[in-house]
């Protein structure tokens, strides 16, 4: 999903937001919004390549700039610095004083959904409608359904990705990753562990240790 990156600009400035506006609320709390708002617009993009059979390619890159202008115009081109310490402090926080919190909050979603992936139904068929959707389909699965799900998911991750980047830079701005281009990294790391470009095979763990090489190298 090309938008991801969009995603988790807008969820950003959204969870910052809050926190500006509310500040005696506990931040946990705000990521609920944070969260949905990153479902939602994962959903808008689902409605236009599920339903209206535009194609995902050109249909999320576009909306990347749609997002990310829409984010931009929300505030005035300006940062909304992040000042919770609360919150800000998690990227100095280390776990036995040696794994950064957030890495191993990443591991921790890795093998999740790898489990997710792997060993559940729907995982499978994940796999399925990937490799072969008309097989998919006439197997009795709702190809449709289950991509829909996915770019729901895909949009609610990225969001937690853009709160990640908030509290270690702590401050949100629309153009946080319009020159990083995550989403080339994300896409370029996945081949390189064994993603498979047409779907239907391909791990997480094996996109982590890519986009990891990757971090390693640069």
Known sequence: DWAGSAFATCAMLVFARLLE?????????????????????G?????????????????????????????????KGIQIQVTNKAFTGLSGTFVFNVIPVFFLFAAVLV??????????????????????PNAARLAGLNPKKIRTILYINSGVVASLAGVIWAAQNKMATWNAFTSSSPHMAAFIGSLLGGVSFFGGSGSLAGAFFGVALMQLLA
Do not use: D
């Not at 509310?22 to 617009?41: A, D, E, Q, R, S």
């Open 21 to 41: 506006l509310f500040p005696g609320i506990p931040w946990p709390v705000m990521l609920i919004p944070c969260l949905i708002v990153g479902g939602l617009l």
């Open 43 to 75: 959903g808008l993009n689902a409605f236009f390549i599920v339903r209206l059979n535009l194609m995902a390619f050109i249909l999320t890159l576009a909306m990347a700039g749609v997002f990310n202008g829409i984010a931009n115009w929300s505030i």
């Open 111 to 132: 093998l999740l959904y790898s489990i997710m992936l792997l060993k559940t139904s729907f995982g499978r068929s994940i796999l399925m409608c990937g490799g072969n």
